[in-house]
């Protein structure tokens, strides 16, 4: 099961792999092949047999066709590279058929999916060629591989995704979205943070304020009886100071502020029950993110590991920080049960919402029976 939450679709396009990057070049050449062949000939027959009537239905099967591959193409490009590729959203169809057809020839995601088609062909014979020397010389295979078939996604989002204006609609939304449970998510931090210090620290002040006053006020007739309540006031201030440093980490706790997000993430994985394996990478830690970006990949990773200890059965979870162009990626994986969820109402509903006030993107990969992986891209500029 892949789930996503986020206040953002990340629109970020990982470089692929270069096993999946050959085999989508070299696999993708003979699909582009019959695609341009039915195409072009489709169309050619289409329009000399206009005049005779016969080409206007061969035209309005050529355009449904054209729709039909380029909805395969997104699907292959999101299956062999992961692009974030959303289904593109037509203008609605009514009347007859040739109504409909009209209204699929002013469509701009038609034209644009023509193009994207009819362009894949010649590009796809430079990659048929670069992806089978990726094969024989391994130079190739890891740098140059990976990198076209980086490209070619860029050029399917840029050319199969939504237009700009759809793209921008979308995402003031989403940013409109961001911002409500950002808001959300803080209000509950503030309820939490007020009811720790009620129930917690300010319970134990009150109670050692009493007790000093009771001591003070035995002192001259009973010693004995004022020194034992000078130690309960002693004890219950060092529990208050406890529970302040402890309410003060959870808000913001000093080991990232001093030394970071490496060592700071080091001593969640040192204290989580679950053996940890950790990786920072160098480019997260110098220079430094920004703050928010810091802090949330901070209380991701404590949060994941919270509920990687309580609920995934696992024995052994990793977690691994990188850089990864302009965001900072948390990818948490263990080798427990499996079925985590981001659904609302779900354990791990709450890093999709601590990521969504920064605009950023959580997906969950937690199959029956595991492994689960936790990825959690944020956005953000050094």
Known sequence: MTAVRDGTESGQLRRPRAVAATTFLVASFPIRLGHFVAITVLTLVGIATTVIWVGVPILMATTALVRYLADRERQWVRTLLDAPLPPVTRIPESGGPVQRWRTRLTDPSTWRDLAYLLLAFPLGVLELVVGLAGIVLVPVGVWVTPGLAWLHGRMAMALLGPDTSRRLAAKAQRLQASRARGVNAAESERRRIERDLHDGAQQRLVSLAMNLGRARAKMSTDPDAARDLVDDAHANAKTAVTELRDLARGIYPAVLADRGLDAAASELAASCPVPVEISVDEAVVTPRPPSAVETCAYFI??????????????????????????????????????????????????????????????????????????????PCVW
């Open 301 to 378: 990773v404590g949060e994941a590991l919270t509920n990687v200890a309580k609920h995934s059965g696992a024995n052994r979870a990793r977690v691994r920080i990188e850089r990864d162009s302009q965001a900072v990626v948390v990818e948490i994986t263990d080798d427990g049960a499996g079925g985590a969820q981001l659904h609302q109402g779900h354990g791990l509903s709450g890093l999709a919402d601590r990521a969504a006030a920064i605009d950023g993107t959580v997906t969950a990969h937690s199959p029956p029976g595991g492994p689960t992986t936790i990825r959690t891209v944020l």
